[in-house]
């Protein structure tokens, strides 16, 4: 679940995957964590890997690597 507090247009939003949450946020801060979010989920379907059965190092990792410059 991503969750962003810099929202202050008043607009709700809201994207969902089978296995994430992202929920408000400025249009810029919910599109950064919309992007990081589902490329993530790429790079572990990409190892053969599901969310559950990574370390928490190798998901820092995968973010930090998924997560737009």
């Known amino acids: 679940m991503g969750l962003g507090f810099d ?34 989920f790429e790079e572990l379907k990409q190892r053969g890997k599901q969310l559950n059965e990574v370390r928490p190092t190798e998901l820092a990792e995968i973010i930090k690597k998924s997560a737009p410059k």
Request: overall charge negative; glycine content about 12%; aromatic content about 2%.
């Open 7 to 40: 929202n202050d247009d008043g607009h709700r939003r809201i994207t969902t995957g089978e296995q994430f949450a992202v929920l408000g946020g400025s249009a810029e801060t919910h599109e950064r964590m919309t992007e990081t979010v589902v490329k993530t």
